[in-house]
């Protein structure tokens, strides 16, 4: 049998939020498997236990820059170690001017951008200047850079934490902020079901399967109400198949609005600062604490 450790649990209870001994018991019912734990607890507790997709783990800042023809635009996220200095002046300033940079240049990766002509010498030695100044470590993380089919929209929301580049064909400028706000709100993984990996879509059809089982659903009734479940995912996590946040009766699908304004979107892309990054655990306090009696010993 896998050994089950404090860490483990500690670490499926940050991804579910579900209590600790259900985390260790579905560890150990899942051998220590902590992704099949996870399935475990959200057969048996549902939405409560699907919580870690979306959860902010560091610090940083999107930047969004277009030119004024709305054609050509980019998103540009920039990370740090502390919430206080992604406020700094000059952090947003290098997260700014590298967007600028992206939309200019239209550099191949993150090592190309970091090679770019700034401030009398490059991004890597202007990022390199500011750790200095500051004192925290600052990486350029990703970008995008987009060429529109339609026109762009864009949308930077909560201090620059989550930002929305969309593609939008038809409709005016007040449709395609709506929709980046939208997707900012809502957070869709795709624009459609065929954007959604299949991993995904095979594991919330074992969950069904599962909790339909456990509910005692007849046999002959399971394939149908298991298609339904997928099907709900599906709607919940793509653009076209979610409600419209600003609809009034709280039932219209993009897909709906978009086809009554004579509309249509062809690519997103949304980053939210920090997702999939492990944020430090270790506050400012015990740090300190640690430094003193450091120094002590020396």
């Known amino acids: 049998m896998a050994e089950i450790t404090a860490s483990m649990v500690k670490e499926l209870r940050e991804r579910t939020d579900a209590p600790m001994m259900e985390c260790k018991r579905a560890l150990t019912e899942a051998a220590g498997d902590i992704d099949k734990a996870e399935e475990i607890l959200r057969v048996k507790l549902g939405s409560k236990a699907s919580k870690a997709a979306s959860r902010i783990t560091a610090e940083g800042v999107v930047a969004v820059h277009m ?3 709305g054609k050509l635009g980019a998103i540009v996220e920039i990370n740090c170690e502390t919430d206080f200095v992604a ?3 000059e952090f947003l300033k290098l997260a700014a001017d590298c967007a600028a940079l992206v939309v200019t240049h239209d550099p191949a990766d993150v090592a190309a951008l970091a090679a770019l002509p700034m401030a009398g010498g490059t991004v890597e030695s202007t990022r390199t200047a500011l750790v200095g100044k500051i004192g925290e470590n600052l990486s350029l993380r990703r970008f995008v850079r987009m060429t529109a089919t339609g026109r762009l929209a864009a949308y930077v929301h909560g201090g620059a934490k989550i930002g929305v580049l969309l593609d939008c064909l038809g409709g005016d400028a007040q449709l ?3 929709l980046a706000m939208h997707i900012a709100a809502a957070k869709p993984k795709s624009l459609d079901s065929s954007g959604v990996a299949a991993d995904l879509v095979e594991s919330e059809r074992r969950i069904a399967t599962e909790k339909a ?3 005692g659903k007849p046999e002959a009734m399971i394939e149908k109400i ?3 479940s997928v099907q709900k ?5 793509t653009l076209l198949g979610q409600v419209f946040v600003k609809a ?3 039932k219209q699908t993009i897909a709906q609005l978009l086809k009554a304004r004579g509309a249509s ?3 997103f892309t949304l980053f939210v600062v920090g997702e999939g990054l492990a944020k430090r655990s270790n506050d400012f306090a015990a740090e300190v604490a640690a430094q003193a009696a450091a120094a002590m010993q020396k």
């Open 67 to 69: 030119t004024d023809d």
């Open 87 to 89: 406020k700094n002046e």
């Open 176 to 178: 395609g902020r709506d």
């Open 213 to 215: 089982r456990e509910a």
């Open 226 to 228: 298991v298609e339904g």
């Open 233 to 237: 995912f599906l709607n919940e996590v």
């Open 248 to 250: 009034e009766d709280g």
């Open 265 to 267: 979107v062809a690519g």
